[in-house]
């Protein structure tokens, strides 16, 4: 098969798994009163990405997601923040590739998460002209890590169940 | 290989540090703060600065474009108990308590508690801008 066309599929089939598991997300109501705070379960495929693919596929299948994630969610504003909040997690995650190993993955997700949650404080301080929103700042470290290593597991389960198909 | 391991090393203490530091903050941030003074900010514009104990109990409806939000004042506290944006989170906020302000992203408005009339909610600040 052409190498090509093999890898394309790939890459849109991964980005339609994480879209179908953001639009999911999107139904289970919140628990948290504090914005911010929730699984970001569609993590699991941007960290999935940043290991399995090259830099710009992982960027490819993340910017896909949360555009099209924006059209799905009834709530248009909020594109900015993932954008900002995606920027940072991937380019973080990107970094800390090398340092931290495939079997450690989760660490690493943690880390993508905290970096989230900051790019989407980031973005809402300078939007809103305010420092009021990083009194939010340790709630969502908080729930970052525990988020963030959850999602990270499922995605380092994922790595070792599908290295075979190389 | 050494230091690989002394980078995983101190990404393990990172995130430790991390995780520690949130949940102490988180503790701080829960501890009931209460002043008399209440402001409503849009893009850091000042909209109302409000003596909250001493006012009535009323309703105070903000326009925002299309939307809105329409701020309770009740027995000295307040909250956001309507409003016209898509996810509501400044209603499930509930009453303003703590330090931590209540947001709505959307229509762009910050209420929280402050300390004077200026605003300035913070001893360092004051003494700073002298």
């Known amino acids: 098969m052409n190498e090509k066309i093999r890898r394309i599929t790939e890459l849109a089939l991964m980005t339609a798994i994480a879209l179908i598991i953001f639009v999911l997300e999107l139904q289970i109501p919140n628990l948290s009163p504090v914005a911010g705070i929730k699984l970001g379960l569609a993590n699991i495929i941007t960290v999935y990405a940043v290991y399995r693919y090259k830099w710009g596929e992982a960027a490819l299948i993340l910017f896909a997601r949360v555009l099209l994630g924006a059209f799905f969610s009834s709530n248009p504003s909020a594109l900015l923040y993932s954008l900002s909040g995606g920027l940072f997690c991937l380019s973080g995650m990107l970094l800390l590739k090398k340092i931290i190993p495939e079997n450690r993955l989760w660490l690493c997700s943690v880390f993508g998460a905290v970096l989230h949650n900051m790019g989407q404080l980031t973005a809402a301080s300078l939007i809103m002209r305010t420092a009021a929103v990083w009194f939010y700042l340790p709630p969502l470290l908080l729930s970052g890590c525990i988020a963030g290593a959850l999602t990270g597991l499922a995605a380092q389960l994922v790595l070792q169940r599908t290295k075979k198909f190389k | ?130």
């Open chain 2, 1 to 130: 290989m050494k230091k690989a391991k002394k980078g995983l090393a101190s990404a393990y203490i990172l995130a430790g540090a991390l995780f520690i530091a949130g949940a102490l903050g988180t503790l701080l941030l829960l501890k009931p703060k209460k002043t008399d003074i209440v402001q409503v900010l849009r893009d850091d514009q000042v909209l109302y600065t409000v003596y909250i104990s001493g006012e009535d109990d009323r309703f105070l409806k903000v326009e925002y474009g299309d939307s809105y939000n329409l701020l309770e004042i009740k027995d000295g506290k307040i909250r956001v108990s309507e409003a016209g944006c898509p996810d509501n989170t400044c209603v499930k906020m509930g009453w303003l308590s703590s330090s931590a302000p209540i947001v709505c992203l959307p229509n762009h408005l910050v209420i929280k508690y402050v300390s004077d009339y200026n605003g300035r909610d913070e001893v360092g600040i004051d003494a700073a801008a002298g």
